[in-house]
T-cell receptor
Framework: GAVVSQHPSWVICKSGTSVKIECRSL??????MFWYRQFPKQSLMLMAT?????????EQGVEKDKFLINHASLTLSTLTVTSAHPEDSSFYIC????????????FGPGTRLLVL | AQKITQTQPGMFVQEKEAVTLDCTYD???????LFWYKQPSSGEMIFLIY??????QNATEGRYSLNFQKARKSANLVISASQLGDSAMYFC?????????????FGGGTRLMVKP
């Protein structure tokens, strides 16, 4: 149980294009999902918290107009990197919050974005 | 503010031996949760084990156990009978609460390398 998928796993795009990444909880419903960014050899940095049916909450320093988040259903959250630039190249990984006393976050496999 | 510290950037262990990965934390919250995740080279974050701050016993999950010392604010991960497949990055994380709900704060990670 507690499987999270993420699509696509790899994206290579030209500078100026927009990229959409999907995060799905496959066998549970998640009212809360999270989006992280990870640079090489570094830890995960939380970008935003996505709550179903409401606006995402962004961490300090994360541009909400740059990184659009939509959480339209209990099993799907999307992250759109708008007008991507080379500095946006990174590993983006989502997680979904499972219920229960531990409130464990289960992670998707991640998306590697390379902007040329 | 919450803080997680992993002081070992890299660790070697001989196959079939046990290894301890250190994690110390700092928080003013009376209730919190501690997690360990494994990140192999593929990038996915795999949930390993959870310890609640009020749990009386140390958590165990198969070959993983958590040495929770609340007074010392440490939550070390012990892997018994190391296997080659255990080679990966390991992250300690603490659950806190941000404005949007639960969030995880990650340590810097420890790279574990299992020698045959």
């Amino acid at each position: 149980g507690a499987v999270v998928s993420q699509h696509p796993s790899w994206v290579i795009c030209k500078s100026g294009t927009s990229v959409k990444i999907e995060c799905r909880s496959l066998d549970f419903q998640a009212t809360t999902m999270f989006w992280y960014r990870q640079f090489p050899k570094q830890s995960l940095m939380l970008m935003a918290t996505s709550n179903e049916g409401s606006k995402a909450t962004y961490e300090q320093g994360v541009e909400k107009d740059k990184f659009l988040i939509n959480h339209a259903s209990l099993t799907l959250s999307t992250l759109t990197v708008t007008s991507a630039h080379p500095e946006d190249s990174s590993f983006y990984i989502c997680s979904a919050l499972a219920g229960g006393p531990s409130e464990t976050q289960y992670f998707g496999p991640g998306t590697r974005l390379l902007v040329l | 503010a919450q803080k997680i510290t992993q002081t070992q950037p890299g660790m070697f262990v001989q196959e079939k031996e046990a290894v301890t990965l250190d994690c110390t934390y700092d928080t003013s919250d009376p209730s919190y949760g501690l997690f360990w995740y494994k990140q192999p080279s593929s990038g996915e974050m795999i949930f390993l084990i959870y310890q609640g701050s009020y749990d009386q016993q140390n958590a165990t999950e198969g070959r993983y156990s958590l040495n929770f010392q609340k007074a010392r604010k440490s939550a070390n991960l012990v892997i018994s009978a190391s296997q080659l497949g255990d080679s990966a990055m390991y992250f300690c994380a603490m659950r806190g609460v941000n404005n949007a709900g639960n969030m995880l704060t990650f340590g810097g990670g420890t790279r574990l390398m299992v020698k045959p």
